[in-house]
């Protein structure tokens, strides 16, 4: 498979390249699933979201800091697995010419 590139993707483009369900899987990974290697526990608190990457494997890495210490954290959402978020997310490289076919 040919790298695609990383994308910063704002807030807005976030909201077009997810589905519904996607959103709400999104928003419970945030809330109760993120490691906070500094707190050594999942971040009770949640995270601020600092960037949202449109990785090389079309998975959505977010970058945040843990609401209780502070620090840097960060959370992979594999969306790339699925095929239809795949295409969907090839879809979106190529309108904004990220993708060349
Ligand atoms: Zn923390």
Redesign the pocket.
């Known amino acids: 498979m040919k790298k695609l590139k990383e994308i910063k993707l704002n807030d807005f483009q976030l909201n077009v390249l997810l589905n519904e369900q996607e959103k709400e899987e999104y928003k419970f990974l945030l809330q109760d699933n993120v490691y ?1 290697p ?2 050594k526990e999942v ?1 009770e608190d949640g995270i601020e979201v600092t960037e949202n990457i449109l990785n090389w494997l079309n998975d959505i890495l977010v970058k945040g800091k ?1 609401r ?2 502070g ?1 840097e ?1 960060n959370r992979f959402i594999e969306l790339g697995e699925d095929k239809e978020f795949f295409d969907r997310a090839n879809a979106f490289r190529r309108s904004i010419g990220n993708l060349k076919d």
């Open positions: 906070c500094h707190c971040c843990c209780k210490c620090k954290v």
